[in-house]
């Protein structure tokens, strides 16, 4: 069967983050909605690309008819310079590769110099929110050709009464942008507070980053309340959310913020950092965001949230509205064909 649509994208496509998560949820919406869509998991290495990804990318070039629309996620486009893209290429930018967190100035700057490059030979881009957007501009990307199309969310039935000790949950793979180590030092300072924490995410993806956060916890002596859980399937994630009283991120970037617009979504209220996207997503009545780099503020808002302050919040989460996946789907079809 021809297909309407090619998806490009590193490794397996059921890889529990973010970005995956978005063009997985796009990718079931499509397909329930009728549309042809094919996926191709690119083999090899991103975004500093081996041969293998160089080949993944040109044969994938290859598949592709003239009439389809062919999608690069962001992560894999190193791989596809020097081909000859159609005017049906799309790229899909979650946030710009050169302001991952830990990469020295000069390569950072590199990286954005040749993303800058890479996507003036794109004909259109998604970007998965304005602040990414404004992000791609300021790099002197053409903003004409650049839509939004933010995640969707899933419906949520979470109760708004939850029992017990207070759980604070933290959704993020263990990478240095996420800092968990940040968050711990943060709840070290409320540690006079009966609480508990479950950080939801992968420990395997950055080796260095899973044994600091192990070390942090044990220098902290948190490891009694602190459960580092791994990765977890949607519906486990579910649960967490809804057994949950309180969501916390230290990001020190988003380019949208899934997991705290998905943590509103279960009317949890919200601790993080007024870093990228986040202050977009999280409205002031339903969380607080400290100012990056103030573990000292960060504590005081899990301090105010872990009290008797949290069920209004709480109450102001329930009030909120974010679109869920089969509309923001048929926006991001509309804005690729």
């Not at 954005?112 to 992000?135: G, M, N, Y």
């Not at 942008?177 to 540690?191: F, P, Q």
């Not at 949290?310 to 048929?330: G, K, S, V």
């Amino acid at each position: 069967m021809s297909v309407s649509l090619r998806l490009a994208i590193p490794g397996p496509l059921d890889q529990a983050t973010g970005g995956y998560r978005y063009a997985a949820a796009m990718v079931a919406a499509w397909r329930k909605q009728g549309h042809r869509v094919a996926v191709e998991e690119l083999a090899g290495t991103y975004p500093v690309c081996d041969d293998a990804a160089r080949k993944a990318a040109k044969a994938c070039i290859a598949r592709a008819r003239g009439d389809e629309t062919l999608l690069i996620d962001g992560l894999a486009l190193p791989a596809f310079d020097g081909l000859a893209l159609s005017k049906r290429t799309v790229a899909l930018i979650h946030h710009p590769l050169g302001l991952e967190t830990g990469l020295e100035p000069t390569v950072a700057r590199a990286w954005l110099a040749a993303e800058t490059t890479r996507l003036a030979k794109i004909a259109a881009i998604v970007a998965t929110s304005a602040a990414t957007r404004r992000d791609l501009v300021a790099m002197g990307v053409d903003g004409a050709k650049i839509a939004v199309v933010e995640p969707g969310t899933a419906a949520a039935r979470t109760k708004l009464a939850r029992r017990g000790k207070p759980t604070v949950l933290c959704v993020a793979t263990l990478t240095p942008r996420k800092d968990h180590v940040a968050l711990l030092r943060a709840l070290a300072h409320v540690r006079d507070i009966a609480w508990r924490a479950d950080f939801v995410g992968a420990t395997d993806r950055d080796p260095a980053c899973a044994a600091r956060v192990r070390s942090e916890i044990a220098r902290l002596r948190l490891g009694h309340r602190v459960r580092l859980a791994g990765t977890r399937s949607a519906n486990a994630l579910g649960r967490h959310y809804a057994s949950a009283h309180l969501f916390a991120l230290a990001s020190r970037h988003e380019g949208y913020g899934m997991a705290f617009a998905e943590a509103l979504a279960h009317r949890l209220p919200v601790v993080g950092l007024a870093a990228g996207a986040v202050p977009s997503v999280v409205p002031a009545r339903a969380g607080i965001l400290a100012p990056p780099g103030q573990v000292a503020l960060l504590g005081r808002a899990l301090r105010r949230l872990l009290g008797p302050q949290r069920r209004r919040y709480a109450r102001n989460a329930t009030a909120l509205h974010f679109p869920e996946w089969p509309q923001q789907a048929a926006r991001l079809w509309a804005c690729l064909r």
